[in-house]
């Protein structure tokens, strides 16, 4: 995706501020591609013959356990500041309104 372009950007100059030769850098940011596109295929691999319901559940259960990290993600980093009593709203009404165009723009 990309918006994970400036996080591998930041992870290859921490590895560089680390004293990590180019060589190194290379090989390690090749090995975090390696390992998503492993995950993908096998992933692809488990559930291309598995019944519609198994893969949806499957993809509920995953894009339930993202949606937990992240927003255990916001919410620390929220109470690190001072924060308005708006924003739980704010944050309330974005994930509705992506379930609303969810809903309408699917099939």
């Given amino acids: 995706m990309p918006a994970d372009i400036p996080e591998g950007?930041?992870?290859?100059?921490?590895?560089r501020s680390a004293g990590n030769s180019r060589k190194r850098r290379v090989l390690l940011a090749a090995?975090?591609?390696?390992?998503?596109?492993?995950g993908a295929a096998l992933g692809f691999l488990a559930l291309r013959d598995a019944?519609?319901?198994?893969?949806?559940?499957?993809?509920?259960?995953t894009?339930?356990?993202?949606?937990?990290?992240v927003v255990e993600e916001m919410i620390s980093e929220a109470h690190d500041s001072?924060?308005?009593?708006?924003?739980?709203?704010f944050l309330t009404a974005g994930f509705a309104?992506?379930?609303?165009?969810?809903?309408?723009?699917?099939?």
């Fill in 63 to 69: 894009g339930g356990a993202l949606t937990a990290v």
């Fill in 31 to 38: 090995g975090f591609a390696v390992t998503i596109l492993r």
């Fill in 97 to 107: 309104l992506f379930g609303l165009i969810s809903v309408y723009f699917g099939e």
């Fill in 51 to 61: 019944p519609e319901l198994v893969t949806l559940s499957v993809l509920a259960v």
């Fill in 82 to 89: 001072d924060t308005s009593q708006l924003g739980p709203i």
């Fill in 9 to 15: 950007f930041a992870a290859v100059a921490t590895l």
